[in-house]
């Protein structure tokens, strides 16, 4: 390639780039005009401003969820690597066994059973429906 045409190339990169930054500075524009016009608060990248920052905590629960699983194996390590493999090939549901939700303020032991499956979609619903079950 000559020089020449580097130049060329270079100039139109330039050009281009130039462009894309006028038509993003005038979305800017239209954007923040819009904003305060409709919306009536104004925006930072997505962040209202309007707002107090840091002004209120929520305190929120956190509740526990252990997942049992059950590996046959001759030794932890291998017990481990058994696990560490099924996860990595997505078939950890071979060895689990069963969920436990404990409440934030109960001691271990204390969980109660808890089903973490997603819920049937329509197609199974109708299924289940027609044949009565």
Known sequence: MSSGLLIVA???????KVSLRLIALRFAAFHSTL???FLKASTYFG????LP??????HIALYTIIRIYEVPSKNRIEATDRMMEALILHVERDFHVKDIIRDPDAKP???KPVSL???AGWLTLLKRQLSGK
């Open 10 to 16: 270079v100039q139109n990169l330039l050009c281009v």
């Open 47 to 50: 962040w209202r401003t309007d």
């Open 53 to 58: 920052a840091g002004k209120e905590v929520m």
């Open 109 to 111: 032991g204390q969980g």
């Open 35 to 37: 904003t305060r016009k």
């Open 117 to 119: 499956l997603p819920p």
